[in-house]
């Protein structure tokens, strides 16, 4: 059973930085997608940023010049660098893994920016 848990949330002002982690408990596959995701209430679920099963990486146009993503294989770990926060950035930030047909998703981490 794949399992992944994010950390890293919490409150920041506008214009601070973040980073979240995104454990992945399982082995990573290696043909797979991973990546990191973000709903606000009342809005849909929509794409930070992710590593494609290609090796490539694309951003959401929200996170574009200001986030950054990573991992560490390794560690089998993820991480989302998110700089200059703006109140719009208030969400529960979710990782994803998409092997093949199946996706797996995290419990989800808070962030909220505001004075």
């Known amino acids: 059973q794949v399992r992944l848990v994010e950390s890293g949330g919490g409150l920041v002002q506008p214009g601070g930085s973040l980073r979240l982690s995104c454990t992945v408990s399982?082995?990573?596959?290696?043909?797979?997608?991973l990546g990191w995701y973000r709903q606000a209430p009342g809005e849909q679920r929509e794409l930070v940023a992710t590593?494609?099963?290609?090796?490539?990486?694309v951003y959401g146009d929200s996170a574009k010049g200001r986030f950054t993503i990573s991992r560490d294989n390794a560690q089998s770990t993820m991480y989302l660098q998110m700089d200059n926060l703006k109140p719009e950035d208030t969400a529960v930030y979710y990782c994803?893994?998409?092997?093949?047909?199946?996706?797996?998703w995290g419990q989800g981490t808070q962030v909220t920016v505001s004075s």
């Open positions: 994803k893994l998409g092997v093949g047909p199946s996706s797996y």
């Open positions: 590593f494609t099963s290609g090796g490539s990486i």
């Open positions: 399982d082995s990573i596959f290696s043909v797979y997608s």
